[in-house]
């Protein structure tokens, strides 16, 4: 792993096969340099504590390898580029305290850096998983309730619940038929009446030996607390 903090380096077919790059802490400004999204073998990304500026580079998620990308404590404005949801092994990100602003990218890989800790000192920002609500997202009144719900507004859906009743209804006849389904099998089937009552004596009877063998395991155990007890008084 190449590290490049405290040193200079100009872009050449060698930086492209760096695996870490740390530029963090050095008073760096400007705009972050869109040839960095050149750098495909680049695992780690840290800008950290610098006055950089301008935007995140759109292409971000070209870095098909990145793991970790901090670019806290900057002065980085504008949106969160969506590329940044295509970062499929990105395990560790930090956007905190930027000037960014703009709805967060939502995306499965991003679900592994969920925390709000990841964007925030940015008041800019709005959506999960901030509390802050994007303006346009406001959650409507109805929303979730559709046709196939109990409830519509504040009334009962009168088709909906007629399905509902019909289907409480059912459920006692419904059982009733199918014990007496099962009965009727037994009574007519001999084959199937001794085989049921062959499996019941088998599970009645492993009950039975837990039984008798757990029986005095809790004796002992009891015995055990009991003398226990006595001897701490």
């Known amino acids: 792993m190449?590290?490049?903090?405290?040193?200079?380096r100009i872009y050449d077919k060698t930086l492209r096969f760096f695996h870490s790059f740390d530029l963090s802490a050095n008073n760096l400004n400007g705009e972050i340099?869109?040839?960095?999204?050149?750098?495909?073998?680049?695992?780690?990304l840290n800008l950290s504590q610098n006055n950089l500026s301008g935007k995140i580079p759109s292409n971000i998620g070209d870095i098909k390898n990145l793991e970790s990308l901090d670019l806290s404590d900057n002065k980085i404005s504008?949106?969160?580029?969506?590329s940044i949801s295509s970062l499929d092994f990105l395990g560790h990100l930090n956007l905190s305290f930027n000037?960014?602003?703009g709805h967060i990218p939502s995306g499965i890989h991003l679900h592994t850096v969920d925390d709000e800790s990841v964007y925030c000192g940015n008041d800019g920002?709005?959506?999960a998983p901030l509390l802050?609500?994007?303006?346009g997202d406001e959650q409507h009144p109805d929303i979730g309730k559709q046709d196939g719900d109990f409830w519509n507004g504040d009334e009962p859906n009168g088709g909906n619940l007629d399905t509902h009743n019909w289907f409480f209804a059912g459920?006692?006849?419904g059982f009733t038929i199918g014990f007496l389904g099962i009965c009727s099998a037994l009574h007519f089937k001999q084959s199937w009446r001794i085989s049921y009552f062959q499996k019941?004596?088998?599970i009645i009877e492993k009950l039975m030996i837990s039984r008798m063998m757990t029986t005095p395991l809790f004796k002992r155990a009891f015995q055990v607390r009991t003398c226990r007890n006595y001897l701490d008084l």
């Open 78 to 82: 504008g949106r969160i580029p969506p």
């Open 33 to 44: 340099p869109e040839e960095l999204t050149r750098l495909v073998e680049l695992q780690n």
């Open 99 to 101: 000037n960014l602003s």
């Open 2 to 8: 190449v590290n490049t903090k405290g040193t200079s």
């Open 132 to 135: 802050k609500v994007c303006p």
């Open 200 to 202: 019941m004596d088998r």
């Open 171 to 173: 459920l006692g006849p």
């Open 125 to 127: 920002l709005c959506g």
